[in-house]
């Protein structure tokens, strides 16, 4: 089940249920029926293999990740233990950094960092970077997490420099859940600067999760975090 949503900066923050109002969960697409009202069917099964595949997952683990899944039992990857190996791979364009635990399950984030020359200032929709008097800018870079059952992701303009960061606007929220349901609960800048003293600026995707298969928490949430050293994207789902 897919919804998508729009803006949020630091001069205009509206509620949760303003944003909710103002952009309400999109139908599924054609062949893709709701899974948080017929449950898990072939066509949630034939995603989610696809999605083992796409990360690596080994072959000998899925099948038996398939089967904790469609039972409805939590996987190592929601169970707060250490992962058991950490690796990067591309795919879309982006670096992922997967934590993989050994059942197969993983949890997979990824900001977008484009490079130097990626300026596109007539195109508002491309990630672009932007350096100068020591201060770097990000403009509508992706923010994105993955599990077997579920993708959190927005967009973000965010700057870092050594003494002052923060993130200026977040945007194009987007919820999918590969079986149940994740409804919006929270998007927003939870802080807008950072500083040395009270830690790193955040901004917060999180939702509800109706019965969303192999997560323990029910609020399942995505974080851009900037200080510093630069952004990067957190995940407890």
Not at 171 to 193: H, N, P, T
Request: proline share 5%; glycine share 8%.
């Amino acid at each position: 089940m897919r919804i998508p949503c729009t803006t949020l900066s630091i001069l205009s923050i509206a509620t949760v249920a303003l944003c909710a109002s103002a952009a309400p969960a999109s139908a599924d697409p054609p062949g893709h029926p709701d899974s948080a009202s017929v449950g898990r069917s072939a066509i949630d099964h034939a995603r989610i293999a696809r999605r083992l595949a796409d990360f690596d997952v080994p072959e000998a683990l899925r099948p038996g990740l398939l089967h904790a899944l469609e039972s409805g039992r939590i996987v190592d990857a929601a169970t707060g233990v250490a992962p058991s190996s950490i690796d990067t791979i591309r795919r879309d364009g982006l670096v992922h950094h997967v934590s993989r635990f050994a059942d197969g399950s993983f949890i997979a984030t990824a900001v977008e960092t484009p490079g130097a020359a990626a300026v596109h200032p007539d195109d508002v929709q491309a990630c672009s970077r932007y350096t100068g008097a020591g201060v770097t800018a990000y403009s509508h870079c992706l923010v994105i997490s993955d599990t077997p059952t579920l993708t959190l992701q927005f967009r973000a303009s965010y700057h870092r420099s050594a003494g002052a960061s923060g993130i200026d606007e977040i945007a194009d929220w987007d919820i999918q859940a590969y079986g149940g349901s994740c409804a919006l609960q929270e998007f927003d800048i939870v802080k807008a600067r950072y500083g040395a003293a009270t830690g790193p600026a955040k901004a917060r995707l999180r939702c509800f999760a109706n019965a969303v298969s192999g997560i323990a928490s029910s609020h399942p949430h995505l974080d851009l975090v900037v200080d510093g050293a630069g952004g990067h994207s957190e995940s407890n789902s």
